[in-house]
């Protein structure tokens, strides 16, 4: 069982407001990623990260930023939320090693943007 | 250009019978591959993995098989019950699992009782 937590699970808020996703684990694992799914599609990479002060952009291009201040946590922020940020938000992470890299994820966010 | 493919969207299968679950690749670095289990409104469910030395992995009623050749794993259920019933996302990484997981679209297993 991962120990892998994000708050909100759910949100409904207007279009121009700033949000923060917050995401922790209590695992040490020094990788941690962003995940965007729309229903019925694949799980997109948006942000991720192997350590403290490292992130990097994923696949899908993102309005969102993160930051990594401490190894167990990574929050994802929008400036600026509209209706197509909405969606559902996945945080999952990983530890280090040589030859497997099996990512735990989340319970997710479900972002609605009115 | 997916990476990753899972081309049948939907499986419905009886209670008590197996349940194959398909994906294919075409990036020939993968050498990592998981399979994950997402029931609607909660993360994905790490089930099993397999590392490219080997062409099977076994663990309780699930098992995976990977063709190298043929760019090709399945996860196979047997017994498949009520509660398997979610949607089964195959997933990929190169480099030992240095590069992020590509992800599939998913596959909608309905067990029926």
């Known amino acids: 069982e991962a120990d892998i937590y994000q708050t909100p699970r759910y949100l409904v808020i207007g279009t121009g407001k700033k949000i923060t996703l917050e995401c922790s684990q209590t695992?040490?694992?020094?990788?941690m990623y962003w995940y965007q799914q729309d229903p019925g599609m694949e799980l997109h990479l948006i942000h991720y990260?192997?350590?403290?002060?490292?992130?990097e952009k994923g696949d899908l291009s993102s309005e969102s930023t993160v930051s990594r201040i401490r190894t167990e946590h990574f929050p994802l922020t929008l400036e600026s939320a509209r209706p197509s940020h909405t969606s559902q938000y996945l945080c999952?992470?990983?530890?280090?090693?040589?030859?497997?890299?099996?990512?735990?994820f989340g319970p997710g966010t479900r972002l609605t943007v009115l | 250009d997916q990476q990753v493919k899972q081309n049948s969207p939907s499986l419905s299968v009886q209670e008590g019978r197996i349940s194959i679950l398909n994906c294919d690749y075409t990036?020939?670095?993968?050498?990592?591959f998981l399979w994950y289990k997402k029931y609607p409104a909660e993360g994905p469910t790490f089930l099993i993995s397999?590392?490219?030395?080997?062409d099977k992995n076994e663990d309780g009623r699930f098992t995976v098989f990977l063709n190298k050749s043929a760019k090709h794993l399945s996860l196979h259920i047997v017994p498949s019950q009520p509660g398997d019933s979610a949607v089964y996302f195959c997933?990929?990484?190169?480099?030992?699992?240095?590069?992020?997981?590509?992800f599939g679209k998913g596959t909608r297993l309905s067990v029926i009782a």
């Open positions: 397999i590392s490219s030395i080997k």
């Open positions: 990260s192997y350590g403290v002060n490292s992130t």
């Open positions: 997933a990929a990484s190169a480099d030992s699992g240095n590069t992020p997981l590509v």
């Open positions: 990036n020939s670095m993968f050498d990592y």
């Open positions: 695992m040490g694992h020094d990788k």
């Open positions: 999952a992470s990983s530890a280090s090693r040589v030859d497997t890299d099996t990512q735990y």
